[in-house]
Each structure stands twice: as structure tokens, then as C-alpha cells.
């Protein structure tokens, strides 16, 4: 089943065309990896998927059906959590508060925008969230952000998707800047999400972590999706030589000799 | 939170360190000048306080979103002006000049707000330049000369305007509608859904509009807000005085942002405290009061404000920069 087609999708910023005629597909339950070189457009990809911006043409289908994705909360509300490069939390807000940053649990919901905070409820699912991602170190749930590493800050982003039990989790480099012990954890989330049945897009640099944990290879270059390939058939020189462009069948063919 | 720890950040908070500087502040004076606690000078500081109060919660929501707004003293000058020109010239009835005035600071505050957020000129240059739009207004519909302001009293006199003894006390309404304003603006900022969506936009936009908050339409209302609450400072001060002057409120702008930072909210947007605003409103009044009466000479008085100020804000970042590093 597919739970994610694009179509054709275009997206220009001015005169740099960062999308060309770009079409995917993403079934159930598995891990997609999205690679190219910087600027070739994934980032741009992803974010018109996820309702930053709209696409300037072009279709997506979830689960088969055509949608419109015009905001962040459209794309939420179809089951699409996105985790982004640039990283997504608010520095001077408590790990709570951030993990429940526009579906903060309330009382008296009918005041709108101006309901109190469950404060109970939010430190106490906050807790058992943290609890469940089993963080190294432990968390105080009332912890401003920005006391925090970077690999905690990526593994407290992490978890915010993985609580609203996405259909689609899209995660933008999230191994940038995490240590080994970090990678390895954010390795293993992405399996573990894909065992539930979820299904994961996942956009990264390190090859190595490809062949870990990726079904599938979609390869980018300056906009345009120029490759794909399942793992289990293809190897490490193969998929680099796609991702450059370059004409690598010479060492290719070295290589595999050896 | 252990309660140890809970204890030591609330210390080091900035709130709590501009309230030891405010009292600090305050047994200065009152050791100084016998008359500064006296019951008159105390109902004096506390009729002009919420004049200037009142705009600072406003200012401090903005601030924490990460805007500012220059134009709200043009708009205390305003606000009044219209609403007297359209009773005392234009025969409207009080009410509906009111009415009048409330939309006009609307408008006001959603025109600053859209042009920063669907344009995105930075607030700074929108706002000044709706400083000069806004004081220029007043000015030339009044020719320059102030107007002779509504002294009837009625129910919107006493509804802004009244005063109250209490022993030998004079206490105004607008005190209270400070003391409302101020612990509805806590609630909002502190325990509501909004205010946890103000800090986040202030704190990180992106992130924000990443999780499904509406950053824009939050910072249009906060606009508004923010000017419909400079147009009822303004009116307070126009009802009391019994006069409108199209002048009313010059430099306001800059005394009310000295308020929220002296009171530790960032200039930077992210983190707001409205308890630090009601206690840089009050240091601002007690030093502007304390220092005529410690006999520091007229036109030497800035001097010792932008000192202070700048003393407060150095503190504020070496604490910062502690709690940082511990
Ligand atoms: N908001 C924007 N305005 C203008 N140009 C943009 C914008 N966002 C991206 N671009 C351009 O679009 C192209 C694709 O950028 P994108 O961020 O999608 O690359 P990427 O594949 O994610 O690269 P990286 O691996 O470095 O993250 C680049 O040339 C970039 O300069
Ligand atoms: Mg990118």
C-alpha cells in the first residue's frame, strides 16, 4: 500500500528551480533513503511534503487519496511529522512544553488560545515520553531547551514525532552532530518505528547509515530524482557514483575485480 | 523540581533581582527624603504608574514574541485627540466617540502587524515610521494646540478616571485596571495555550510555524493589542487631566521598552516575564519621583535614569552569563 506518492512536484525560489518533476513513492513499513549532494533539493522536498511551503505544481496522495498540504498543521493532522534540519525546538521553552508545542494538552478547551495549560498532564506525559525514548541521561521534563546538547536536543525532536504516532516520519540529517552512542540511538529509533509499521523518509550523508537501516535509495541532483535502487541489490560505489555524477564505472570496475 | 533547586533559580531569575534593586532603590529614597512615602507622593506615583504600566504588558507580549512597537506614545497622543475632537467639533456622543477611538487603535495595531508579518519589514522601521504617521495625525488635525479634554463627569470619566480616598490615599481606577490588566496578562503568558505559542514564536519562528502555530495571526492580534492598550493609557491621562494635547506621551516609547528589559524580558524575544515589567514600571516611576525629591537638579534627571537602566541591564547579563556557566 502506499502511504505517500508525489507527483510531479515543482518548486522555484526566483530564478533557482530547487525542484523539477520530482515523484516519489513511499510504501507501509518501510525506510526510504533520500540522497545528493548539498543543494540538490531534498531539504526543499521534504518541506513542501511537510506545509512550509506550498509547491509551485505537482500532486500528493496520501494512503491514495489526492490532499492539499497548505500548512505545517495540514501535513500534521494527515500523519506527517517531520523532524528538520535546521533544528525544530524552541530554545527558551521547558522539554514539556516543547514536546507539546501546538497540541499542548488543555482545560477548558472552549476558551481557544486562551485556555490554561493541563501543566499535570504535560509534565507528566512529557516524563513518560522521555522514559520511553530511554535517553542515556536522565531528563528533567522542566528543563529549558537550550540547556541541553545537540544530541539531546535531535533525541527530544525525535521523540515529539514518535508520540503523535505519525504514519510518515520524515527525518531531515538527523545524525548531524550526534555522537556515536546518539547515531546508534537514532539508528535504532528508525527501525524500531519501521517494525510499528510506520514508514520512514530519511535524508542523510552517511551512506553507512543507508545501508544500515534503508529499504530503498532515492538518489537527487540539482532538483531532479535521478536514481533509484532497492539495498539488498546494489553496493556502497554504485550509489556514490549516482549521487556525484560522476563517471566512476573505470574504478567501478577496479573495484569490483578485486 | 526539588524544592532547593526551584529555590535558587527563582534567585537567579531576573525578576527577582530587578525587586532587590527596586526595594534597594526605595529605602534609598525614602532614607534620603522623609516625603516619599508619604501618603500624597505615594498616590502620586501610583496615578501616573498605570499610564505607563499599562502599555508595558502590552509591550512585553510583543517583546516576547519578538517585535516591538515604537508608535504606541504617538498613539497615547492620538487616541484621545479623535475621541475629543469627535465630541467637542463633531457633536458625537462620548460612547461612540470611544467606540471611534478603539477602532482607530485597532486599525492602527493591524496595519503594523500585517505589514511586519506578510511583508516582512522588520518592526523597528515599521513602527517608526508609524510613530511619525500616528504624531504627525494628531498634530495636524489639532493644529498643534491642545484640546480642552471631557471634565464632565459621567460614567467613562469614573470608568477610566475615577479616584478613590482610602484613609489619606487617593487612589484612581486606573489602578485597578492595571492590577486587572497585569494578572490577566500573567495568566496569558505564564498558564494559557497562547502564551506558550508567544514564547515559542519569540524563541524560535521556524520552529513554531513547524509545529502548526499560527506565528503571524498571534503577532497581528499582539500588535493590536499592544496599541489598543497605549489608546486607553492615553485616555486615562486624558480624562484625568481634564486635556488632550496632540504632544501627550512624546518619548513614551522608549520609556516603556526601558520598563519590560529593566524588568528582564529579552529584547531578543523568547523569554518574557510580566511580574519583571510591573517591577521595571515601578523602579521607573519611584527613580523619575525619588530623584526630584533627593534634589537631583531638572535637567540633570536622564542622566540618572539612563544610568540606572544601564546598571539593570548590565546585571541582568552578568547573572545570564552565571547561570549560563553554572
Ligand atoms: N528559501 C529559499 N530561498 C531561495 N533558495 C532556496 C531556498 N531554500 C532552498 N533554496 C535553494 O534550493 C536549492 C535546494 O536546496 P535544499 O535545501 O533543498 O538542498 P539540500 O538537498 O537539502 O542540501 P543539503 O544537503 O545541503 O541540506 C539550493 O540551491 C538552495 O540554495
Ligand atoms: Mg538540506
Redesign the pocket.
Known amino acids: 500500500m502506499d502511504v505517500l506518492r508525489l507527483q510531479n512536484l515543482q518548486k522555484s525560489?526566483?530564478s533557482?528551480c530547487?525542484l523539477k518533476n520530482a515523484s516519489l513513492t513511499l510504501r507501509e513499513g518501510e525506510v526510504v533513503a533520500l540522497l545528493?549532494d548539498?543543494?540538490?533539493?531534498?531539504?526543499?522536498l521534504i518541506k513542501a511534503i511537510s506545509g512550509v511551503f506550498p509547491v509551485d505544481r505537482g500532486d500528493i496522495f496520501v494512503r491514495g487519496e489526492k490532499v492539499s498540504i497548505r500548512s505545517t498543521r495540514d501535513a500534521m493532522d494527515l500523519g506527517i511529522e517531520t523532524i528538520h534540519?535546521d533544528t525544530s525546538l524552541a530554545p527558551d521553552l521547558s522539554i514539556a512544553r516543547n514536546l507539546f508545542l501546538g497540541r499542548e494538552p488543555v482545560n477548558f478547551g472552549w476558551l481557544g488560545v486562551f485556555a490554561p495549560l493541563d501543566l499535570a498532564k504535560l509534565r507528566k506525559a512529557a516524563s513518560e515520553v522521555l522514559k520511553r525514548v530511554g535517553i542515556s541521561k536522565k531528563l528533567d521534563a522542566d528543563a529549558l531547551v537550550s540547556t541541553l546538547s545537540g544530541g539531546e536536543r535531535q533525541s527530544i525532536a525525535i521523540s515529539r514525532a514518535m508520540q503523535f504516532a505519525a504514519k510518515v516520519i520524515i527525518l531531515d540529517?538527523p545524525t548531524n552532530n550526534l555522537g556515536v552512542e546518539e547515531t546508534h540511538g537514532v539508528l535504532r529509533f528508525v527501525k524500531e518505528v519501521r517494525d510499528a509499521g510506520h514508514s520512514v523518509l530519511l535524508i542523510t550523508?552517511n551512506i553507512h547509515h543507508v545501508f544500515q537501516v534503508a529499504d530503498r535509495i532515492i538518489v537527487?541532483r540539482r532538483g531532479e530524482i535521478v536514481a533509484e535502487q532497492i539495498v539488498a541489490d546494489t553496493d556502497l560505489l554504485t550509489v556514490e557514483s549516482i549521487i556525484t555524477g560522476a563517471d566512476m564505472s573505470a574504478l567501478l570496475k577496479e573495484a569490483r575485480a578485486k | 523540581m526539588p524544592v532547593g533547586k526551584r529555590r535558587s533559580s527563582l534567585i537567579r531569575s531576573p525578576q527577582f533581582s530587578s525587586l532587590v534593586i527596586l526595594i534597594v532603590l526605595l529605602a534609598v529614597f525614602a532614607i534620603v527624603d522623609r516625603n516619599f512615602l508619604s501618603p500624597l507622593n505615594i498616590s502620586n506615583m501610583m496615578a501616573f504608574l498605570p499610564e505607563l504600566g499599562i502599555i508595558a504588558l502590552g509591550m512585553t507580549l510583543l517583546l516576547t514574541a519578538g517585535e516591538f512597537d515604537l508608535s504606541v506614545g504617538a498613539v497615547f497622543g492620538l487616541a484621545p485627540v479623535v475621541v475629543m475632537l469627535l465630541v467637542q467639533n463633531g457633536g458625537w456622543d462620548i460612547g461612540i466617540a470611544l467606540l471611534a477611538g478603539l477602532v482607530l487603535c485597532i486599525a492602527i495595531g493591524a496595519i503594523n502587524g500585517l505589514i511586519v508579518t506578510k511583508i516582512g519589514i522588520s518592526s523597528f522601521l515599521v513602527t517608526l515610521s508609524m510613530l511619525l504617521v500616528v504624531r504627525g495625525a494628531a498634530l495636524y488635525i489639532t493644529q498643534g494646540f491642545p484640546l480642552k479634554s471631557w471634565d464632565q463627569p459621567g460614567f467613562f470619566v469614573t470608568l477610566l478616571a475615577g479616584s478613590l480616598n482610602i484613609g489619606s490615599f487617593r487612589f484612581y481606577t486606573s489602578l485597578w485596571w492595571f492590577i486587572g490588566l497585569s494578572l490577566f496578562a500573567i495568566y496569558i503568558l505564564r498558564y494559557a495555550k497562547l502564551g506558550n505559542w508567544i514564547s515559542a514564536i519569540g524563541s524560535n519562528r521556524n520552529a513554531a510555524v513547524a509545529r502548526g502555530v499560527p506565528a503571524d495571526t498571534v503577532k497581528i492580534w499582539l500588535f493590536i493589542a499592544t496599541s489598543v492598550l497605549a489608546g486607553l493609557a492615553g485616555m486615562i491621562s486624558a480624562f484625568r487631566i481634564s486635556a488632550a494635547s496632540p504632544v501627550a506621551g512624546t518619548g513614551y516609547e522608549l520609556e516603556v521598552i526601558a520598563m519590560v528589559v529593566v524588568g528582564g524580558t529579552a529584547l531578543t524575544g523568547g523569554r518574557g516575564t510580566i511580574l519583571g515589567t510591573i517591577v521595571g514600571a515601578l523602579m521607573l516611576r519611584a527613580i523619575r519621583n525619588g530623584i526630584v525629591l533627593i534634589g537631583v537638579p531638572g535637567l540633570a534627571y536622564n542622566i540618572f535614569v539612563g544610568l540606572i537602566i544601564l546598571a539593570m541591564l548590565i546585571l541582568h547579563a552578568l547573572l545570564q552569563k552565571n547561570a549560563a556557566r553554572s
Do not use: C, P
Not at chain 1, 548539498?38 to 526543499?44: I, R, V
Open positions: 525560489f526566483g533557482v530547487a545528493g548539498n543543494g540538490a533539493g531534498k531539504s526543499t534540519q540529517e550523508h537527487m
